[in-house]
């Protein structure tokens, strides 16, 4: 004979398991019925990509990292010091003596590193030896021409200048550009024009090259006779000013050229003419330089998303971060898509849209991401600058 007490005990222990398991049931399994024509969508985790190293290169830093034909990294670390990295992020060496380094650049057939800082254009050996420099003021990021020649923007207040340096540090000639407009970056055509955007929406065609026509006059029998003959000096071939207040440029692999500006529009630009027509209109301003894929996709962002565009302007997908979109897009040989954001993330992309991976640094990514070229694909670490103050090495999870 039980308890009274103990048989209330047992009842409610009981009723209490009932409840317990009466979710368990076959019918608790039953899949939630949804009405028919709403897809579900599985919730995927994207995964986060893997440190190497970091290094301490200064809060706010200016200068995009370089990377050169053997995977050696160059960045500019503040109080003016060009600091030479291995891939493993030991130094390789360290230069010291420049005012503020505003840009790094490396030839890639034969490592040469050139540097600009306030005043001057510097080239260096990869093993640190100067080879030369130049009286530059304010210039923009090298421009590098296939026959060696190097051509830098000097910005002197209001005043732009075209200056084509030759490998061994001589101004071979130069172009005024204009009074009104700074200009702060460009490209280089397969015939060798100059592509210069500019600030107050300025494209500028300079061809590398003037023809200049003498006339030599008859002497005695002789007839007189035109001679035409090639210079050095630059010459502008056509200039556009397209909306907004900024421009910036990028080809596709059949030399077509596009443009952003900071007037919410994506441009498709005539090379020949320069006339220009509006192929897209964004969610916000451009801001940085678009990318074009080996496919013609054309990348570029807007405020907080990225377009992956076709060439017609159609939008083939977009997709939206949690911050402003800081820089432009890299891509690799595989067609993954690098940029970085506001949220401090930098971002790794497929060809259709899929975050493949992701990395969280302390601060805005500043820079354009920059990729090993020596490593395989699927073990290239990938260089960015965030704006706390470090140079990151990283690369997709589960390389190692």
Same mark, same amino acid.
């Given at each position: ?14 009723? %209490? ?41 200064? =809060? ?43 840009? %790094? ?6 490592? #040469? ?7 001057? @254009? ?13 009286? @530059?003021?304010?210039? #923009? ?13 000097? !910005? ?14 001589? %101004? ?24 210069? /955007?500019? !600030? ?21 029998? @002789? ?31 059949? /030399? ?5 500006? !900071? ?25 940085? #330089? ?30 939206? #971060? ?19 954001? !506001? ?12 975050? @493949? ?22 073990? =290239? ?7 706390? /103050? ?11």
């Amino acid at each position: 004979m039980i308890p009274k007490r103990r048989r209330w005990l047992l009842v409610w222990s009981l009723c %209490i398991c009932a409840l317990i398991w009466m979710p368990m049931t076959a019918d608790a399994f039953t899949p939630i019925k949804l009405k028919p024509g709403i897809p579900v969508k599985p919730i995927r985790l994207i995964p986060f990509g893997e440190q190497l190293w970091s290094k301490q290169v200064g =809060q706010g830093n200016e200068t995009a990292p370089a990377i050169g034909p053997d995977g050696t990294v160059y960045m500019h670390v503040v109080l003016g010091f060009l600091v030479a990295y291995n891939p493993d992020g030991t130094v390789k060496w360290t230069q010291s003596g420049f005012s503020y380094i505003t840009s %790094i650049t490396v030839r890639p057939d034969d490592g #040469t590193v050139y540097v600009t800082d306030d005043y001057k @254009l510097y080239a260096y050996t990869p093993a640190r030896s100067l080879k030369w420099s130049i009286s @530059l003021p304010y210039s #923009t990021p090298p421009l590098l021409g296939r026959d060696g020649t190097i051509y830098v923007v000097t !910005n002197l207040g209001e005043r732009s200048t075209l200056q084509a340096v030759t490998p061994s540090g001589k %101004i071979k000639g130069h172009l005024d550009l204009d009074q009104t407009s700074s200009t702060v970056g460009g490209a280089i055509g397969t015939d060798g024009t100059i592509y210069l /955007g500019g !600030n107050h929406g300025t494209l500028y065609a300079v061809s590398p090259q003037t023809t200049v026509t003498i006339t030599v006059p008859s002497i005695g029998h @002789l007839p007189a006779k035109i001679i035409t003959r090639l210079t050095p000096i630059p010459h502008l071939k056509w200039k556009t000013i397209l909306g907004g207040g900024y421009a910036s440029l990028a080809f596709d692999p059949n /030399g077509t050229l596009y443009a952003v500006s !900071n007037d919410h529009h994506l441009y498709k630009v005539n090379p020949s003419t320069g006339a220009a027509a509006v192929l897209f209109t964004g969610n916000g301003m451009f801001t940085n #330089t678009p990318a074009i894929g080996a496919d013609h996709t054309i990348y570029a962002a807007a405020s907080d998303r990225f377009y992956a565009l076709n060439p017609n302007g159609a939008v083939k997908w977009s997709y939206q #971060t949690h911050g402003t979109v800081t820089t432009s897009a890299t891509l690799d040989a595989m067609g993954k898509v690098y940029f970085g954001s !506001n949220d401090n993330y930098l971002y790794v992309l497929y060809t259709d849209g899929t975050v @493949l991976w992701k990395y969280k640094t302390g601060g805005t990514i500043l820079h354009t991401p920059v990729i090993d070229p020596v490593r395989p694909v699927d073990w =290239q670490p990938i260089y960015i600058v965030s704006d706390d /103050g470090k140079l990151y090495a990283v690369r997709a999870p589960g390389s190692a």
